[in-house]
């Protein structure tokens, strides 16, 4: 059998079939191994999240939510760490529930994952056509590139307009100058304004929500509690208003969107501290920086819960190929995880099924 693609799900589909008798395994691929792995959770390797409730796991997916349940109820979280922990990969959750291994290294996570690969062969050549792999009685096409959606068309597969997901935003030149390299933190996560837009986890979590809505577009983010605010206001009266909100927001922040900074807040009115309700930034694109995960690909309606085409069936599809992606977190590789699994399994039962004898 074949594997396209020796990304994080095409590696970890060979891993869990090289102890299938009778299967051999060529993967190809033109590019490093477990390159993508190298700068997930910023070189550390957030390599899943904690779980435990199926769907409660899956609504952290903007995009294949209700595919992942069938898939998850084959191989979850759970399994996926007791699976790295036989090839040597200990792991441990911080205090926000990501996974790490405890060498805090993608870099050697990498290592270990290709050192179990004992059974399997990989070769670097670039598949531009699955017409190259006629020989073979599985193929998994694994690879998120145009290459592997160009493979995946070639036997009729729709494909869903990749966009770029998890990244940070654009904002209009007319924006206030917001200042550079400022951390704001609100109840729904942190924003971190960069030189002409914002980013930051909030900000990853937003652009995959609005991956498919046009530019320009507004977002409206909670800033203040006008009630607490407008307390402090009332206890300061000979305070300057601007210094005031500088004790729940940056100071340099507060200087750019607080109209009134030097009044006195004894002549500050409750409208006035209203306006600092909300935080509205008028986006006009993505910045092409963040996350390395795209919406998109094959489109789920012609795939089973087997991770195999419905138009071919000797064809199986995992990870970021198929149009699934959730947010920051480790969510992205676990569905590499469970996408690659179901897909193993499907190819054991089509080669096992195919193997049978006909009968008379």
């Not at 199926?54 to 399994?79: M, Q, T």
């Not at 792999?133 to 096409?141: F, K, P, S, T």
């Not at 979590?205 to 577009?217: D, G, M, Q, V, W």
Request: net charge positive.
């Amino acid at each position: 059998m074949a594997i396209i693609g020796a990304g994080p799900s095409g590696i970890y589909c060979a891993l869990q079939l090289q102890k299938t008798k009778n299967i051999r395994i060529d993967i190809f691929e033109k590019d490093i191994p477990l390159k993508t792995l190298l700068v997930t959770g910023g070189g550390r390797c957030n390599l899943t999240h904690f779980g435990n409730d199926i769907k409660e796991f899956a609504r952290n997916y903007p995009r294949g939510e209700k595919f992942l349940y069938s898939i998850f109820a084959k191989h979850f979280v759970d399994e996926s760490l007791i699976f790295f922990k036989k090839i040597g990969i200990e792991t441990y959750m911080q205090e926000d529930f990501r996974y790490f291994p405890k060498s805090n290294s993608a870099k050697n996570m990498r290592e270990k994952m290709l050192s179990a690969l004992n059974c399997a062969k990989i070769i670097k050549k670039e598949i531009k056509s699955l017409k190259e792999l006629e020989g073979y009685d599985a193929i998994v096409i694994s690879t998120g590139s145009k290459g592997g959606y160009k493979l995946a068309q070639e036997i009729g597969h729709k494909i869903i307009e990749p966009r770029a997901a998890l990244c940070g935003l654009k904002l209009s030149p007319k924006s206030p100058k917001y200042p550079q390299g400022v951390v704001l933190k609100t109840k729904e996560g942190d924003i971190l304004f960069t030189k002409d837009g914002i980013s930051g986890p909030l900000i990853y979590k937003i652009s995959s929500l609005n991956a498919r809505k046009e530019f320009p577009y507004e977002i409206k983010i909670p800033l203040l509690n006008t009630s607490e605010l407008l307390c402090e206001v009332k206890n300061n009266p000979k305070k300057c208003f601007g210094n005031v909100v500088a004790q729940f927001i940056p100071k340099s922040l507060a200087h750019v969107i607080v109209e009134n900074y030097d009044k006195d807040c004894a002549n500050i009115s409750k409208k006035d501290t209203e306006k600092l309700e909300n935080i509205i930034f008028e986006v006009i694109s993505t910045d092409g920086k963040g996350e390395i995960v795209t919406c998109g690909g094959v489109e789920l309606k012609e795939v089973n819960n087997k991770c195999q085409s419905k138009i071919n069936p000797k064809i199986f599809f995992c990870g970021e190929i198929l149009d699934i992606d959730g947010f920051c977190g480790g969510y992205n590789l676990q569905n590499c995880w469970s996408s690659a699994y179901c897909a193993a399994e499907g190819i054991k039962t089509c080669l096992s099924l195919q193997k049978e004898p006909q009968q008379a």
